[in-house]
């Protein structure tokens, strides 16, 4: 197993466009999160998944975000209509339902530029 | 007033230098304080994590918390060029883990 794997890397969209990112987490893990990052900042959680199920999402999780776990395995985030202040990293992690460890696993993240 | 606190830096030392990394929470109810490590344009990569007060050493590093004063802080001795990178705290109260991050502090170890 290679970790947490999210496609595309970068990614460069006009405003206004829609844009999907895909997160494979490690393959055991049932627990999903996508964060957010911006420059000089730390990541900020967007929202969670148990298996298939949406858990908790935060405010900063506009309408126009939209996430989903199909079948409890990877993970896809859309951003409709994007804006310029969606410009960030999305970072993805996962983690492992069931043990004491907290340790949560992130991905290379999935740079959104929005022009 | 954020619920982790934590000095942007920059902060810049000679190789092989003791740094200290610092930061400060405001939710009592944080019970996990972890340590991540993020090079420029890639994900954040865990260090090392502590369960309530105490200390813990993995290799040159050392974490520290301090339930009392909302207090947490890493230690890194004999740095080296390669430490150089982006020092991440993040906690939480234990559950789901939805983690709460600082801001990060940049470091630059310099030979």
């Known amino acids: 197993d290679t970790g947490v794997s999210q496609n595309p890397r970068h990614k460069i969209t006009k405003r206004g466009q829609n844009v999907t990112f895909r997160c494979d987490p490690i393959s055991e893990h049932n627990r999903l999160y996508w964060y957010r990052q911006t420059l000089g900042q730390g990541p900020e959680f967007l929202t969670y998944f148990q298996n298939e199920a949406q858990l908790e999402k935060s405010r900063l999780l506009s309408d126009r975000f939209s996430a989903e776990r199909p079948k409890g395995s990877f993970s896809t985030l859309e951003i409709q209509r994007t804006e310029q202040g969606d410009s960030a990293m999305y970072l993805c992690?996962?983690?492992?339902?069931?043990?004491?460890?907290?340790?949560?696993?992130f991905g290379q993240g999935t740079r959104l530029t929005v022009v | 007033q954020k619920e982790v606190e934590q000095d942007p830096g920059p902060l810049s030392v000679p190789e092989g230098a003791i740094v200290s990394l610092n930061c400060t929470y405001s939710n009592s109810a944080f019970q996990y304080f972890m340590w991540y490590r993020q090079y420029s344009r890639k994900g954040p990569e865990l260090l090392m994590y502590t369960y309530s007060s105490g200390n813990k050493e993995d290799g040159r590093f050392t974490a520290q918390v301090d339930k009392s004063s909302k207090y947490i802080s890493l230690f890194i001795r004999d740095s080296q060029p390669s430490d150089s990178a982006t020092y991440l705290c993040a906690m939480n109260s234990g559950g789901y883990n939805k983690l709460i991050f600082g801001a990060g502090t940049r470091l630059a170890v310099h030979p």
């Open positions: 992690a996962s983690s492992l339902l069931g043990t004491d460890d907290p340790e949560a696993f």
